[in-house]
Structures are given as structure tokens and as C-alpha cells.
T-cell receptor, first 109, second 115 residues
Framework: GQSLEQPSEVTAVEGAIVQMNCTYQ??????LSWYQQHDGGAPTFLSY????GLEETGRFSSFLSRSDSYGYLLLQELQMKDSASYFC??????????FGSGTKLNVKP | GAGVSQSPSNKVTEKGKDVELRCDPI?????LYWYRQSLGQGLEFLIY????????KSGLPSDRFSAERTGGSVSTLTIQRTQQEDSAVYLC?????????????FGSGTRLTVV
């Protein structure tokens, strides 16, 4: 089966940098995605990694190490609006997504 | 449409009743997923439709759950004889086939409460 581990909660200060980790176990691994979800809202796509390395999109960066079955999402210059839950999701066997339980990020002034 | 549309946004039903949840994906998106999210939890895969292929029903938790997709567009998730443990937010997502790099677009969900 599939399993994903994410820290349940992280707190950081506005303007700081935060890293949220994701470790996974799966067969047929294809890639790792990250989604953001504000309370009461729909998950929105942030990034996707299929190959090892770092993908950067503005203040957001995502990293993948396939050999370590590990990835992380890095948020820089934190803003209050970044307070949300962040989910990693493994894509396996081409068309299946398996989501972690998410990390709740609290940004404090 | 411009986004994934789900209806109703909220549904309160009595235990034992049947409910139907609707998802209208983005026009042209051939892949459609249903997920369930309990309070404070991650997303639980339910079912996947891709074009005219047989759906992947491996995530449906019991035979009380079923889904169909008519004309490769609108999808309906039906829960028969609802139980209190069915209370959750049901999310639908769609995308073009094999477009993982661009992510899936989620609807705002249907919050189902079984009383």
C-alpha cells in the first residue's frame, strides 16, 4: 500500500522561511505534488516533482529525492495569507493520487 | 465552465436516506476524481474516471457508494442508506489526462452531514 508522513502542525513568523517535509512509501511511484488548502476552501495545486531536485515558483519551492522517498515544500518570505494546510500527494501507477494528512501552517505576526 | 462546480455545497440528511452529489468538471477535462475529506484529515480517494474507460472504483468504502459519469462530463456520486460516518466533505477534481505536472483542479466540495 501507500503511506505518507507529514508533520501535523508547524508555526512560523511572518517574513521567515519554513520547510514542510513529506516522506512516502509507495510502489509504482511517478511523482510528488503539493497542494494548499485554506480552511473551508478547496485544495489548490502548488507544485509537482517527477525528478530529483528543486522546483521553484516564486516564493514556493519543492524538492524531491526519489532515492530517499522524501520531499519538502519550502515557503520563503512568509505572509499571513500562507496560513493554511499543505498536503503532499504521491502519484503512482500513472493515474492514482494518494494524499498525506497535511501540515497545518500557522503564520504569526 | 471556468472551474469545477459541485452541488449542493451543503447537504444535511437523515441517517438511512440516499443522497446524490453532483460534479461538473472543467470543459474538456477527461480525468475526474472523487475524494472524501473528514474534518482535519487528508483526502481519501474514492473513484477515478478517465474518458470512456472503466472507472477505477478501488477507493469506494462500501457498496453503498456508487458513481457515474454521463457523456464524459458531469459526474454523480450516490450514497445509499447514509450513515453518520459518511459525514465529510466530498471533493471532486478534474484535469486533462496525464497532466500531473499542472495539477488537478478541485471544486469547493459538498459538505455532507448525516444526522
Amino acid at each position: 500500500g501507500q503511506s505518507l508522513e507529514q508533520p501535523s502542525e508547524v508555526t512560523a513568523v511572518e517574513g521567515a522561511i519554513v520547510q514542510m517535509n513529506c516522506t512516502y512509501q509507495t510502489s509504482g511511484f511517478y511523482g510528488l505534488s503539493w497542494y494548499q488548502q485554506h480552511d473551508g476552501g478547496a485544495p489548490t495545486f502548488l507544485s509537482y516533482n517527477a525528478l530529483d531536485g528543486l522546483e521553484e515558483t516564486g516564493r514556493f519551492s519543492s524538492f524531491l529525492s526519489r532515492s530517499d522517498s522524501y520531499g519538502y515544500l519550502l515557503l520563503q518570505e512568509l505572509q499571513m495569507k500562507d496560513s493554511a494546510s499543505y498536503f503532499c500527494a504521491v502519484i503512482y501507477n500513472f493515474n492514482k493520487f494518494y494524499f498525506g494528512s497535511g501540515t497545518k501552517l500557522n503564520v504569526k505576526p | 465552465g471556468a472551474g469545477v462546480s459541485q452541488s449542493p455545497s451543503n447537504k444535511v440528511t437523515e441517517k438511512g436516506k440516499d443522497v446524490e452529489l453532483r460534479c461538473d468538471p472543467i470543459s474538456g477535462h477527461t480525468a475526474l476524481y472523487w475524494y472524501r475529506q473528514s474534518l482535519g484529515q487528508g483526502l481519501e480517494f474514492l473513484i477515478y474516471f478517465q474518458g470512456n474507460s472503466a472507472p477505477d472504483k478501488s477507493g469506494l468504502p462500501s457498496d453503498r457508494f456508487s458513481a457515474e459519469r454521463t457523456g464524459g462530463s458531469v459526474s454523480t456520486l450516490t450514497i445509499q442508506r447514509t450513515q453518520q460516518e459518511d459525514s465529510a466533505v466530498y471533493l471532486c477534481a478534474s484535469s486533462f489526462f496525464r497532466q500531473e505536472a499542472y495539477g488537478y483542479t478541485f471544486g469547493s466540495g459538498t459538505r455532507l452531514t448525516v444526522v
